[in-house]
């Protein structure tokens, strides 16, 4: 199954200046695997969302088709086949 991931500017430089990505993943899947898979390719990626234990840093939200997954099951949310997923990192300062 094919899922478009969005990915904030702010995060691109650990992408290879890419601001979308489309995975394919196997049906079923979550965003826990979706995140494994793009760690594969962009480990820096990955330690900018995820901590030392697999969780979502606070400053990090992911949104499957326009609902965020905190709200959710957390990064066990399923990913339907042509879902929408999106990265958002707050940014902070004074």
Same mark, same amino acid.
């Given at each position: 199954? @094919? =899922?478009?991931? %969005? +990915?904030?500017? #702010? ?9 979308? /990505? ?7 899947? @979550? =965003?826990?695997? %979706? +995140?494994?898979? #793009? ?9 900018? /969302? ?45």
């Amino acid at each position: 199954m @094919t =899922v478009q991931v %969005l +990915l904030p500017r #702010l995060l691109a430089d650990c992408t290879g200046g890419r601001t979308s /990505v489309s995975l394919d993943l196997p049906a079923p899947s @979550t =965003v826990c695997a %979706l +995140l494994d898979v #793009l760690a594969v390719e962009h480990p820096v990626f990955d330690r900018r /969302v995820r901590d030392e234990t697999g969780a979502l840093r606070r400053h990090v939200n992911v949104y499957v088709d326009g609902e965020e997954v905190r709200r959710l099951a957390g990064l066990q949310t399923p990913v339907p086949s042509g879902a929408e997923v999106m990265v958002v990192q707050s940014v902070a300062g004074g």
